[in-house]
């Protein structure tokens, strides 16, 4: 350990903790943090976060404390080739977060300029540390997520994140009506607690049958016990973790959470929380559970492709452009969940990469969009708009960018994750049906035109045309700077894919040896 | 043309040829062979290193041939700020260097002869597990050809749009797509790697959706750009299928090691090498708008004329060709795919080429051309006996591009002047002005096959390897691919030289005495004087962009040579027979379209066409219409079901759920609005305590 990984990872974990709790107890106080001092504290936070993150990912620290002695959980922070591109993703879209502006939801009433008494500037302030907070809570928990390597540790902090994204939903969304924010906050927070619990149940489940919640015993132990105990076990895990991923059928809060949180809450929840579901089941079924895995496989390839080709048609006639974005993200998915469901290396290192991809690609997409959102002040298709690319060319070149990326344009980063999904299933690894995930095969093969028709569809109804009223005014300030990384991200991860591959690719074969190993 | 039984199929050599009156042909041929080992080397012996290597680029010719129109197109769009100045300056010397790259190329190669072919990395390899992906670029004598035509293309192609659109506001976007449209082509050419190919295939795919969709405020370019890439794109699902299935088999994704794996005894016969070359034949059709996914390409003319020209002419209709040359082995043993290709490509090859005749835009006429042009090149992959190499293919795609290109930025240039492309406007254009008289000229005779323009070479060279083919193995798919490329040779000369009578009519021609005069509602425009006319042509193109036209004329007159160098392994046999028969052939189409043209007040021979055949033709035959209601309409329905599935049925679950819980909340908090009485209240009281002395006495 270099003498940077200590301090780094102290401060990836606890900046963002301390923070938040700090600004949140603060906008308790009689006369809150200004809106200025929040914005500063909260964003620079993030962005300091952020930084630590990607150095801790550099010096690769470890930390091994003992915790709760009783249940035999230690604090174990480390990071590994399977969370190092995560942790990389992390760290991106925290500075990203840090770097978006808040802006005040539509649906906030406008000022009486002509009232007696002039509006108090506390009600303005009141709320911004909050949401700030809530932010930094969200990447504390992604962030210790990622680097725990104890199952409870993990849960905890998966758990984490639930109560501020409730918060971000409902008190800060974008939807116009009271009710549309508060019917998605109940939705993400009902749908993802009960999947939560599910996997509560299969954690204990495994930890009960290995006598410890180390994740490197349980990789070590893969494979141990009878069969019929770990189809249980992981089946329990799987649809728990298939609500947070999300796996078709259970895919319907998605569109709905997304397309009613602020801008850097989308970001979030598509770079951030979505991941931790695959990262889960990577962590807590694959490695521990590999025959129960093998076993449902088939099945959850099944509902990926599915999921592919539901949310592709759903995009073609969705007519909120936001929405259309998040569903894009449930075909996204679909492809790294079919990878992930082969079972070979070739599976795994695309859903890894798939995975960061789809981050990068959807954050960049929602930040895209959340602007358009806020200047036209609403997603609908329906209404006539200026098209972008006669008056705001930034804006425009972002969503051409962001949906060539979402169609699967190789030399952009989704591709690798498409194309190594689809090998991936038509070799599936053993003890796999392989006849059914070719048909898996042909059928996301054809999902993925499906990505070039909404793709096509989407430039065609807002990028392209003659209309040049109402104006709109193009990206600058942090906003530009965030769309640029995440730009950069997209295509320096779509040109020069072995960045992360690489950096996955011994973890990954070790993580596969163990589990196949270990087996009876 | 059919041949007759009594024409003897000439292969052995000039030998066989007897035929009387028929002067005989030397045994040799004593054509100037042009060495690419033999050029001028510079002396470069003070350089360190093994003598015989010729010190290379830094990297290699294939890494920079990619490289450098990549990098044009970053600095295009990374650092230019709305100065088409600036774009020009970025763009056009750096596809001048990716030419002088892929020159040199071929002195490096000469200079290894003998060593294995070589390769160069990109940024492979990648870790994926199980699967080897080197993601190299290769280099070879064909490799080197395709490369040169293409920089020769993608430097015309700048050049002239530095003149066509540099006072259009979008100049910049344009050339920056040119550029990545090149590279991502030259990544085709070059690569080793089905990956690779992969990404090359659908960058152009979408590089063409930008550039057909250039003037994006127009709905019709908007409409045509989504066609293509959506036609394109459905078609490559086959060909991801089928790429993924060859990279399966062999657990590798170098194009070396699927050859070498298919065509072993791993490979074999079996269903999957046949699956895997059917999908990728038709994800070619799909991009070199064969039938029956043709009806993209003529749409694609609502583009600027010089992004026609580079899409028709080298780079993207005419990948399909360069993939199935990379694969051919491969091709050669999969029959079904073999008998689909021949038959996909026969019918267009006839069928656009009669289209090409109907229609009544000189832009769409090319259009048509090119997929009938495009057909001939895939339909002799599908015949060439397996051992023989895809020379001739590759010579129709060289000239092909090089005619092409010259064609569409000839008329291009001419619609500026007269201010459209369709018959009634181009009417009498190289008359009025002359100076473009030359370059449509050549092109028109290239593209008929007229010796001894490079058309000529080619579609001799096609013509003998079909014939081949035919020899060597009679089949369905020869058979098909013989008679439709033979129909294809008077067919094509019919369309040019109804292209040339309406382009090179005279100022108000005395009709004939004596031929049917039809109406065709054209009226002659005002009499521009000659010297006015050329003037204003003159004046009218940038010297630079006139100098393209003019390398382009150079190259279509001259390439014919290339046949005659060992770049192309062909067998050079002239089979007289067939020659006089296509030739004859030819100048009886022509003299038809004549006759037809002659009571016709703009010589325009399809004026004698029902009125409702050409509309037919214009609107490609009602193909598109098709393609909405078979694809489009069931896919939308599909959505539509969808999204009410998942409103009301799947999330009607997950609100299920949510009134579930408040229900039980209010349940709950209905059961608890009452104060519990005392009576209440000491049954708890008691039940804890016998709880509690359970505990402790247990």
Known sequence: ?520 | MSRGAGLPAVLQGLEGIQLPGLPSVPDHLDWPVLDPSALPLPDLSFLPGPAEVVPDLPGTAAQWAVLLPLLAAALTVGLVRRSSRAAAWATIPLTLLTLLATLWHPVTLAAREGEPPRHSSTVGPLALGELVAPLELQSGRLVVLLAVVVATVALAVQVFARWYLFYDPRYRPFAATVSLFTAAMMLVVHSDDVLLTLVGWEVMGWCSYLLIGHYSAKDSANRAATKALLVTRVADVGFVIGLVVLAAGAGSTRLSDIVEHWSGPAGGDGPWLALAMTGVVLGVAGKSAQVPFQDWLPDAMAGPTPASALIHAATMVAAGAVVLAQLLPLLQSAGPARLLLAVLTAVTVVGAALMAFAQPDLKRVLAWSTVSQVGLMLAVLAVVPAGQGPDAALMQLTSHAWFKALLFLALGWLGVLTGGTAVVHVVGGTTRFRTLRRPLAVGLLALAGVPPLVGFFSKELLLAQVEAGVEAGPGVAATVVLAAVGASVPLTAAYCMRAWLVLGRGQHPVLQQGATRIDDFFIDRDVLEEAAGVEEAESAISSSARSAVTALSVLTVLGGLLALTPVLQVELVVNVPLLAVSLLLMALAALVVWALGRGVRTRDAAARLPHPVVLAAERGLGFGRVYTTAVAVPVLAAARAVRWLDREVLDGYVRGLGHLARGLGAAGAWGHRGAPGPAMLAVLAGAVLVAAVGVVTG
């Not at chain 1, 199952?151 to 009506?177: I, K, Q």
């Open chain 1, 1 to 520: 350990m270099s003498a940077l990984g200590l301090p780094a990872v102290l401060v990836a974990v606890l900046l963002p903790l301390l923070t938040a709790v700090a600004l949140a107890v603060a906008d308790r106080f009689p006369t809150p943090p200004a809106p200025g001092l929040s914005r500063w504290v909260g964003g620079g936070a993030a962005v300091l976060t952020g930084l630590a993150t990607a150095a801790t990912v550099w010096a690769r620290p470890e930390v091994d404390l003992p915790w709760i002695p009783a249940l035999g959980v230690r604090l174990h922070l480390a990071v590994d080739g399977v969370s190092a591109p995560l942790l990389l993703l992390t760290a991106l879209v925290a500075v990203v977060v840090g770097l978006l502006p808040w802006h005040p939801p539509e649906h906030d009433p406008p000022v009486d300029r002509t009232a007696p008494l002039p509006p108090d500037p506390l009600e303005a302030a009141r709320g911004r540390a909050t949401y700030h907070a809530c932010l930094l809570l969200v990447l504390a928990g992604a962030v210790l997520t990622f680097l725990t390597r104890d199952a409870v540790v993990f849960f905890v902090a998966f758990e984490l994140v639930l109560v501020p994204m409730w918060v971000l939903v409902a008190r800060h969304g974008d939807a116009t009506r009271r009710a549309a924010r508060e019917g998605a906050a109940l939705r993400f927070v009902l749908v993802t607690a009960t999947g939560s619990t599910l996997m509560l149940v299969g954690i204990l489940g495994v930890a009960t049958r290995t006598g410890t919640t180390d994740l490197d015993r349980w990789e070590q132990l893969g494979g141990a016990g009878t069969a019929s105990g770990q189809v249980l076990l992981a089946a329990l895990l799987l649809l728990g973790l298939a609500v947070k991923v999300p796996v078709w059928p259970l895919h319907t809060w998605l569109p709905w959470v997304h397309a009613t949180a602020p801008t850097a809450g989308s970001v979030l929840l598509a770079a951030v929380l979505l991941k931790m579901g695959v990262y889960g089941m990577v962590r807590l079924v694959l490695a521990p559970l590999p025959q129960g895995f093998a076993t449902l496989a088939p099945l959850l390839a099944g509902l990926a492709v599915t999921g592919i080709v539901w949310a592709g048609l759903a995009c073609l006639v969705e007519r909120d452009l936001k929405r259309l974005i998040a569903w894009s993200s449930v075909a996204h998915l679909g492809f790294v969940v079919l990878a992930l469901a082969a079972g070979t290396e070739t599976g795994l290192q695309a859903a890894l990469f798939g995975n960061v991809a789809h981050g990068v690609v959807s954050a960049l997409l929602f930040v895209v969009v959340g602007e358009l959102k806020r200047q036209w002040g609403g997603a609908s298709l329906d209404t006539a708009r200026a098209a972008l690319r006669e008056v705001t060319p930034r804006l425009g070149f972002a969503l051409v960018l962001g949906m060539a990326a979402a169609m699967g344009l190789p030399g952009l980063a989704p591709f690798w994750g498409e194309i190594g999904a689809l090998y991936a299933s038509w070799a599936p690894g053993e003890a796999r049906p392989t006849g059914w995930f070719r048909v898996f095969m042909v059928v996301a093969a054809i999902g993925a035109a499906l990505g070039a028709a909404y793709a096509a569809r989407v430039l065609r109804e807002v990028w392209a045309g003659d209309r040049t009223t109402p104006l709109i005014a193009d990206l600058r300030g942090p906003t530009l700077v965030a769309t640029v990384l995440l730009g950069a991200a997209v295509l320096g991860l779509g040109v020069y894919p072995a960045l992360l591959l690489d950096l996955s690719a011994g973890s990954v074969a070790s993580l596969l040896a163990a589990g196949s190993g270990g087996g009876p």
